[in-house]
């Protein structure tokens, strides 16, 4: 098996995070969490040091690179708006904190009323996964 190649096609993986992302509600709360997640995980790499943040992005780009060129480009052009918006948004890191603790509130509210526990319990990769789920979604009812 190849470094550049993963276990699991992006397919597979959607599939797999979909199972328990099928109530409506739960999968409305997610489009909005997860991207909010995302961003104040950013913002507080950013926010300990730039140079921590570049090496953790390389790390989760090349995650993705493996899964999709296509999702590759989608998530680096997420990363790059994500970090423009903590750069010009003069907010104190407990304000990232705080968004970050509502944001997981949420999503596990939407996993109670899913009633599905979330994916990532059974393999942390799904942290990854959701970003790729949201961005995938995005692009299918932008596309058609």
């Given amino acids: 098996m190849s470094l550049f190649v993963s276990q699991k096609s992006l397919q597979t993986w959607l599939d797999d995070y979909a199972v328990s992302h099928q109530n409506p509600t739960n999968k409305s709360i997610h489009?909005?969490?997860?991207?909010?997640?995302?961003?104040?995980?950013?913002?507080?790499?950013?926010?300990?040091?730039?140079?921590?943040l570049a090496?953790?992005?390389?790390?989760?780009?090349?995650f993705y690179l493996r899964?999709?060129?296509?999702?590759?480009?989608q998530m680096l052009a997420f990363m790059a708006l994500c970090v423009m918006i903590v750069y010009y948004l003069p907010v104190s890191v407990w304000f990232w904190v705080g968004l970050f603790v509502v944001a997981w509130i949420g999503q596990f509210v939407g996993h109670k009323i899913e009633g599905a526990k979330p994916s990532f319990f059974e393999d942390l990769q799904f942290l990854l996964i959701g970003p790729a789920w949201v961005v995938h979604?995005?692009?299918?009812?932008?596309?058609?």
């Fill in 31 to 52: 489009w909005l969490c997860v991207p909010v997640i995302f961003l104040c995980i950013v913002a507080l790499l950013y926010h300990v040091h730039i140079a921590l």
């Fill in 55 to 62: 090496v953790i992005a390389v790390g989760v780009l090349f």
């Fill in 67 to 73: 899964l999709s060129l296509v999702l590759f480009v």
């Fill in 137 to 144: 979604d995005m692009g299918r009812r932008l596309g058609g």
